[in-house]
């Protein structure tokens, strides 16, 4: 019998503390396509420091402007993505109510809409996977799994998003939750 492999989309996965030195380490990613050709995600926790007015040369809505830019991963630091929610998007893309953009015209739609409860949070870079790549890592347990929400999405403590997640997964996970980033601290 043939084991169907398992795809991650709209999940989260989290450095399962063997990423320590890499890009990855601490970070917390949202798998927004995963089949057969590989997977795509970004990473919820990692700001770039600016806003998308200073990085963005294009004309884009004020309110848009001053959205932090997140660093989605290492790969195509050039290319934007975004991530976007409202109350009801029959056509989410990664999980219900939310959808992955990359195309400069949709973005610059959805900033000068008006939506009270609308949620857009903005990227350079992205993290990817060939085929069976992410299946390899999480094999080795590089990776531990987390089911995603629009809270933890969109939420606003970045630099504490990853241990705040492990703490939510249980007793097992605190101590990874509160080692030194640097173990040679402990």
């Not at 030195?21 to 995600?41: K, Y």
């Amino acid at each position: 019998m043939i084991e169907v492999p398992k795809y991650l989309k709209g999940q989260l996965l989290l450095d399962s503390g063997q990423l320590n030195g890499s890009f990855f380490q601490r970070t917390v990613i949202l798998v927004c396509q995963h089949d057969a050709e590989g997977a795509l995600g970004l990473i919820l926790n990692r700001t770039s420091g600016n806003k998308l007015g200073e990085m963005l040369v294009a004309d884009v809505p004020d309110q848009l402007k001053e959205q932090p830019l997140y660093l989605g991963g290492p790969v195509q630091l050039s290319a934007l993505s975004f991530l976007h929610s409202d109350d009801f998007l029959p056509e989410a893309s990664v999980m219900p109510n939310l959808d992955l953009g990359h195309s400069l015209d949709s973005l610059v739609e959805l900033g000068e809409s008006f939506s009270t409860t609308r949620k857009i949070k903005m990227f350079a870079g992205y993290a990817g996977w060939s085929p069976g790549q992410l299946e390899d890592e999480m094999n080795r347990k590089a990776w531990l799994t987390h089911p995603a929400s629009l809270e933890l999405v969109f939420n606003n403590a970045t630099d504490r998003l990853w241990q705040m997640i492990l703490r939510q997964k249980g007793l097992k996970y605190r101590l990874l939750a509160d080692m030194p980033e640097d173990v040679s601290l402990n």
